[in-house]
């Protein structure tokens, strides 16, 4: 089970990196569904497998998407020039060994936390989660879907250009 | 507004303080509605508010001549602050009440005149709108100068003696735009206070130390404790009193803060008669006459006061010898007059004093008011003379210089006479009133010091000498200019105060006749150290005939030799009169020594340490805040990403410190 | 087989998230920002699912199945912003966004 998890762990932060590196954004997305995908697999591990497929659907397969939509609509798969404000690199890195530390030494302030072991059959399934979904957190099942129409409904309109509702508008003073 | 009886006095006393709010009720009446008011509305309002002030210190005085014992009204709480207890008391003895007489007697009649003269004078200079604010500043001093005069303790003495400073100011420099330069007048109103200043100054170290080892201020107060603090400390008690006359020099103008005096020339006729020769002036000998149970107990202050009064009315005479304006020979006849009077207070003659500040009163203001009348006439001969081409304002031609004058006797016959009276009053004739005044302080002169007795004789002769110059040059020989052939008598409501000042000036002298000693008898009251009187035949022959030599000399050096034309005066050409002309330059003095260098002071302390120093203080601290927001304006820069940048630092900070916890 | 010690899986948790943020300082283009962040969520929803299965409860995965249904409205909206702001400003480098002057 440990190699397993630490070749996973592996290509996660190696997708991870890579994604940060690379200067073409399609490539970039690419990797970052190369990371969700191993992630998935994480959870699936970790017992939890309405997740993980969840995640391949909603993320991978529909937020990644979404991004090499916009990224191809808008032709951004270049950037060109360098980059500003160089001083934010070393400012930035110093800031991740900083947090990186910190996690660390939490961590290991936890003190051991067990071991994954294999999980009991009836964990993490659909079943159970819908169980819970539906009684105990229902309402935010409800204000989770409001979230959504409002989501809708935003894209919608500020994907209008303006030049469409403004002739709308004029149609309409003409009547 | 609690009228505490102090002691069984007459509830009439009661009234007391309408003495100070009768003139304020007038000033305020003129201020509020003077401007719809008819010139002569405004003039009667504000004479009326003295005059019933003038009824209302007879009433008083017919009270106490009844029952002649002092009372004391407390008017109002003003100050109780630790052991100081200072309330607005006004006393009402027979000292005080002859004050109050004098002051709102001649100034009733003052005003009226001022109606006259004043309608003239604004047309003369063009600003006929501030006919009411002379009224209400003419008020405003009365009110003033009853408050000194009627307070019952030192603070309000002081209270008032500040007030009537104020409202000398504000009536010397009256025109205060005109003037050589047109700034001339409003700096003799700026040398009068500044002087004053250094007297109040004076005054206020006294009042200090009164504070300090008498614990109080009020007059019984004081006056009971004088022995017994002169007893244990009488280095405090000479320090009080000398520093109360160096008030008394300021205000009294004698010697050295007298310059202002003659500076003060400058205010319009009426003031110089009100304020410089009646009543202000004599703030200082009545506070003098009123401190005499202090001043007993310091026999060096006495003689500094004595000696002080005495050169000053020899010095002053001889200045006034040389002077070619008509008011500054009154000027500095004032400051010697003054100077007797102070010099009788020094000596422990505080009823000869008193004697000669009343009939002083008189004819001094009938003199003043009588220049004013000859001013008039000679600028009314002015505009004739022109033919109608008058502006306002400036004539190359002074109508105040004698040298301009002559022959009116002929022209301004009631002037003249009334003039010759109180001429012949100040010189010291018999039977007028200031033979009686004058001859009893030389009477006290010769018991006490030779010295001083021989300046005041000699000072006596030159005032003699002076006022008869005065009177050839102004009334006698031909005129001497076209101003002066035109000349016109003035009006009425200008000579009618002239002529009862007149009758004063020549039946003044029965307040004390020596005999009956009315006077003397009258301020026993109030003063517990009085000399009874005498009359000495010698000396009153003496002093009438220095007089009569006096004015005959005159008459010989400027009766017959005068022509038509302005000529200089006989007695000139010698370094004698230059320097009497030019006042000994005492003011070339003061500038030389004490004004240059104090010039300098505060333009260095202006230039290079208040603009320097202090200003490029604040400068440099605003600079300072400007250039530490320059910096820190850096960060804003409108990266988005430096903005993110900013919260992750201090997300990672706030972890960090979690974990140090 | 060795167990996973479930320190490594928040440790693992930790890497992607500063991974997350170093992308959301250091990358120009708007769109891979966003795709960081995305990042960041992944590796919180990462730490929840770990901790779920140390302390056995169901709802911590409820956690993060609702934590996706919002991170995929954001994307959403957030795409459509960017889709305004390139039509208005022609470039999506979020340095060119500065409207301030000095």
Same mark, same amino acid.
């Given at each position: ?131 819970? +979904? ?13 979230? +959504? ?21 004029? +149609?309409?003073?003409?009547? | ?12 006393? =009661? ?13 305020? %009446? ?8 008819? *010139?002569?509305?405004?003039?009667? $309002? ?12 007879? @009433? ?16 109002? *709480? ?32 003052? &005003? ?6 004043? &309608? ?35 603070l309000m003495l002081f209270v008032g003696w500040e007030g009537v400073g104020l409202c000398s100011y504000l009536l010397i420099g009256f025109w205060f735009e005109k003037g050589k330069d047109g700034i001339a007048n409003a700096q003799a109103a700026k040398k009068a206070f500044v002087v004053n200043r250094v007297g109040d100054f004076g005054l206020l170290m006294a009042l200090f130390l009164m504070f300090r080892y008498f614990g109080s201020l009020d007059f019984n107060v004081i006056f009971e404790k004088a022995p017994e603090i002169a007893a244990a400390t009488p280095g405090v008690l000479l320090a009080m009193a000398l520093f109360m006359l160096l008030g008394v020099t300021g205000k009294s103008a004698q010697i050295p803060l007298y310059v202002w005096l003659p500076d003060a020339m400058a205010g319009p006729t009426p003031v110089s008669a009100l304020i410089h020769a009646a009543t202000m002036v004599t703030a200082g000998v009545y506070l003098v006459v009123r401190s005499t149970p202090v001043f007993i107990e310091a026999p060096v202050a006495q003689a500094a006061v004595m000696w002080v009064g005495a050169a000053t009315a020899f010095f002053a005479a001889t200045i006034a010898l040389g002077q070619s304006d008509i008011k500054k020979v009154l000027a500095y006849s004032t400051v010697s007059q003054l100077g007797f009077m102070v010099a009788a207070a020094g000596m422990g003659a505080g009823v000869a004093a008193m004697? &000669?500040? @009343? ?19 000679? *600028? &009314?001969?002015? *505009? ?6 008058? =502006? ?13 004058? =002559?022959?009116?006797?002929? !022209? ?16 010291? %004739? ?23 007795? %021989? ?59 020596? =005999? ?77 020594? %004490?004004?240059?260098?104090? !010039? ?30 320059? @910096? ?7 990266? $988005? ?21 | 087989?060795?167990?996973?010690? /479930? ?22 283009? /708007? ?40 991170? /995929? ?6 795409? /459509? ?22």
């Amino acid at each position: 089970m440990l190699v397993v998890f630490l070749v996973l762990a592996f290509i996660a932060v190696g997708t991870a990196l890579s994604m940060l590196l690379t200067r073409n954004a399609v490539y970039a997305a690419l990797f970052l569904v190369l990371n969700f995908v191993t992630v998935a697999i994480l959870y699936l591990i970790l017992g939890a497998p309405f997740i993980a497929l969840s995640q391949v659907t909603v993320y991978a397969g529909s937020v990644v998407v979404l991004f090499l939509f916009v990224i191809m609509l808008l032709g951004a798969e270049r950037m060109p020039g360098g980059e500003p404000l160089r001083w934010q690199r070393f400012l930035a890195i110093a800031l991740m060994v900083i947090l990186g530390a910190d996690f660390g030494a939490r961590m290991l302030g936890l003190g051991s936390l067990g071991e994954i072991q294999p999980s009991p059959a009836d964990y993490g399934t659909p079943q159970e989660i819908g169980k819970i +979904l539906f009684t105990q957190y229902a309402l935010p099942v409800e204000i989770v879907a409001i979230i +959504l129409l409002v989501a809708v409904v935003g894209a919608i309109l500020l994907a209008k250009s303006d030049q469409t509702v403004g002739r709308r508008r004029d +149609l309409y003073k003409k009547d | 507004m609690l009228l505490n009886e102090a002691s069984s006095a007459a509830p009439v006393f =009661g009234l007391a303080p309408l003495l100070v709010f009768l003139p304020l009720f007038g000033l305020l %009446i003129n201020l509020i509605f003077g401007k719809r008011m008819r *010139e002569g509305l405004v003039g009667l $309002v504000a004479s009326l508010a003295v005059g019933l002030t003038f009824v209302l210190a007879l @009433v008083f005085a017919a009270t106490l001549a009844g029952n002649p014992e002092p009372a004391s009204m407390r008017f109002l *709480e003003w100050i109780r602050i630790g052991t100081l207890d200072v309330n607005w008391t006004f006393r009402i003895d027979t000292l005080s009440v002859t004050m109050m007489l004098v002051v709102s007697g001649v100034g009733t009649l003052i &005003h009226i005149y001022a109606i006259g003269y004043m &309608h003239e004078d604004v047309r003369h200079n063009d600003d006929p709108g501030r006919f009411r604010r002379f009224f209400v500043y003419l008020n405003l001093f009365i009110a003033a100068m009853m408050i000194l005069i009627s307070a019952d303790n030192y603070l309000m003495l002081f209270v008032g003696w500040e007030g009537v400073g104020l409202c000398s100011y504000l009536l010397i420099g009256f025109w205060f735009e005109k003037g050589k330069d047109g700034i001339a007048n409003a700096q003799a109103a700026k040398k009068a206070f500044v002087v004053n200043r250094v007297g109040d100054f004076g005054l206020l170290m006294a009042l200090f130390l009164m504070f300090r080892y008498f614990g109080s201020l009020d007059f019984n107060v004081i006056f009971e404790k004088a022995p017994e603090i002169a007893a244990a400390t009488p280095g405090v008690l000479l320090a009080m009193a000398l520093f109360m006359l160096l008030g008394v020099t300021g205000k009294s103008a004698q010697i050295p803060l007298y310059v202002w005096l003659p500076d003060a020339m400058a205010g319009p006729t009426p003031v110089s008669a009100l304020i410089h020769a009646a009543t202000m002036v004599t703030a200082g000998v009545y506070l003098v006459v009123r401190s005499t149970p202090v001043f007993i107990e310091a026999p060096v202050a006495q003689a500094a006061v004595m000696w002080v009064g005495a050169a000053t009315a020899f010095f002053a005479a001889t200045i006034a010898l040389g002077q070619s304006d008509i008011k500054k020979v009154l000027a500095y006849s004032t400051v010697s007059q003054l100077g007797f009077m102070v010099a009788a207070a020094g000596m422990g003659a505080g009823v000869a004093a008193m004697f &000669h500040l @009343v009939t002083h009163a008189f004819f001094k203001a009938l003199l003043f008011l009588g220049a004013g009348s000859v001013i008039l006439g000679m *600028e &009314h001969g002015a *505009e004739h003379g022109k033919h109608g081409a008058h =502006g306002g304002g400036h004539h190359d031609f002074d109508p105040q210089d004698m040298g301009n004058m =002559g022959g009116l006797r002929a !022209r301004m016959p009631l002037t003249f006479w009334v003039y010759l009276l109180g001429a012949l009053a100040l010189a010291g %004739i018999a039977p007028l009133a200031g033979f009686f005044s004058k001859d009893e302080i030389l009477l006290a002169a010769q018991h006490e010091n030779t010295g001083v007795f %021989i300046l005041l004789i000699v000072a006596a002769f030159f005032t003699a000498f002076y006022m008869g110059r005065q009177l050839l040059l102004i009334f006698f020989g031909k005129p001497r200019s076209d101003a002066a052939k035109a000349a016109v008598e003035s009006k009425p409501v200008v000579t009618s105060p002239l002529v009862v000042l007149a009758v004063l000036s020549v039946l003044g002298g029965a307040l004390n006749l020596p =005999g009956v000693f009315t006077l003397e008898h009258w301020l026993e009251h109030s003063l517990e150290h009085v000399a009874p009187g005498e009359f000495s035949l010698a000396t009153a022959g003496l002093s009438l005939a220095v007089a009569l030599t006096g004015l005959f000399l005159a008459y010989l050096v400027y009766g017959r030799k005068f022509a038509d034309k302005p000529q200089k005066d006989p007695l000139s050409g010698n370094l004698v009169y230059s320097g009497m002309e030019k006042k000994w330059l005492v003011d070339e003095l003061y500038d030389l020594v %004490i004004v240059r260098p104090y !010039r300098g002071l505060a333009d260095f302390l202006s230039n290079p340490v208040d603009l320097g120093i202090i200003n490029n203080l604040s400068a440099g601290l605003a600079w300072l805040m400007q250039a530490t927001g320059d @910096v820190l304006r850096r960060a804003q820069n409108g990266f $988005v990403r430096s903005y993110a940048l900013v919260v992750f630092i201090g997300v990672a900070l706030i972890l960090a410190f979690i974990l140090i916890q | 087989m060795q167990n996973v010690p /479930a320190e490594y899986c928040l440790i693992l948790s930790g890497v992607m998230f500063a991974l997350g943020i170093l992308g959301v300082l250091l990358r120009r283009n /708007a769109l891979v920002v966003f795709m960081c962040l995305e990042l960041m969520f992944n590796a919180a929803n990462l730490a929840f699912i770990t901790f779920a299965r140390i302390y056995g409860s169901v709802s911590a995965q409820v956690v993060v199945f609702f934590v996706m249904t919002v991170a /995929a409205a954001e994307v959403a909206i957030g795409l /459509a912003l960017m889709v305004e702001i390139f039509r208005n400003k022609r470039s999506i480098d979020i340095d060119q966004l500065n409207s301030m002057q000095g």
